[in-house]
């Protein structure tokens, strides 16, 4: 009997973290940085939504991207560079790791202006 105490009660807790991580990305909105009046550098940016949680250092170069299924998110960073700017297209079937580290490289930017 206990264990099924223990185990709703960590269920219900683990619940409320994914529902609290889907509305963390569903919140975030992506801020356009003029890339033009950052100075040459290298700036570092991170942003976490508890389940994906990535440090950005901006010349753009992933440095820690903690996910379950959003590696191939970070095809953004190069799409960021080519294009020159942040608000780039998400990458298919990793949608919330695309759109968390485009905040990070916001952040990184956002520090240097």
Known sequence: MLFLLLALIFGTAYI???GEYKRAVKETTI????ISDI???V??????VNF???KVEVDVSILEHRQERGKDAEAVANE???EQRIDVDTVSGATNSSIVIKKAVEVALKGAA
């Open 80 to 82: 960021i560079v080519d």
């Open 43 to 48: 700036y570092i940016g991170e942003y976490d």
């Open 31 to 34: 801020e356009e940085v003029n």
């Open 39 to 41: 100075p040459d550098g």
């Open 52 to 54: 994906i949680y990535v």
């Open 16 to 18: 409320d973290r994914v």
